[in-house]
Antibody, heavy 122, light 105 residues
């Protein structure tokens, strides 16, 4: 079955960096756009970033633009999110999610991974 | 695009019919999805393209609407339906979510 497993979360000081990974299995990874979506503790959902199935197109939320970089390795079925200049307000559970439809993105998210918690605190 | 859900919370009983509404700040045709999230779990999509039922989702869930006004209806609440529900627009970047509706017993 389709499976997404995030890793790399942890505690980091403001201004620090962290790299999240998402290991995908059970589907043709290089056929789907992938997303990162985050959720601050007790809060709602916020879309963070998209990468197209071939890695050529990338989009970011304004709140992370210039600080976060999304990438993928289709040979390893892995999605990544490099997070630099982290802020307290970046504290969230970070989910990787597949686009629902193969090919060009439609921005429906399914399935989702279990998430990885990032805490930015001094 | 801002998505505004109502109500923010609702109390209901098993067997009740429940409707949650979502209003977009501009016309998004049918580019809306609905997600269910249970505590400590990842969200899962129920409805996409306003009214398309995702595979494996029970038929008691339905979605409707177009333009700026959308609804999620649960025809007969089951115990496993008590959760938080989010609408999301996919018409324009960035994709945005409503603030959530907590469905409580």
């Amino acid at each position: 079955q389709v499976r997404l497993v995030e890793s790399g979360g942890g505690v980091v000081q403001p201004g620090g960096s962290l790299r999240l990974s998402c290991a995908a299995s059970g589907f043709t990874f290089n056929g789907y756009a992938m997303h990162w979506v985050r959720q601050a503790p007790g809060k709602g959902l916020e879309w963070v970033s998209l990468i197209s199935y071939d890695g050529r197109s990338k989009k970011y939320a304004d709140s992370v633009k210039g600080r976060f970089t999304i990438s993928r390795d289709n040979s390893k079925n892995t999605l990544s999110l490099q997070m630099n200049s982290l802020r307290v307000e970046d504290t969230s559970v970070y989910y990787c999610a597949r686009d629902l439809v193969a090919g060009l993105w439609q921005n429906w998210f399914d399935p989702w991974g279990l998430g990885t918690l990032v805490i930015v605190s001094s | 695009i801002q998505m505004t859900q109502s109500p923010s919370s609702v109390s209901a009983s098993v067997g009740d019919r429940v409707t949650i509404t979502c209003r977009a700040s501009q016309d998004i045709t049918t580019w809306v999805a609905w997600y269910q999230q249970k505590p400590g779990k990842a969200p899962k999509v129920l409805i996409y393209a306003a009214s398309s039922l995702q595979s494996g989702v029970p038929s008691r869930f339905s979605g409707s609407g177009s333009g700026t006004d959308f609804t999620l209806t649960i025809s007969s609440l089951q115990p496993e339906d008590f959760a938080t529900y989010y609408c999301q627009q996919a018409n324009t970047f960035p994709p945005t979510f409503g603030q959530g509706t907590k469905l409580e017993i």
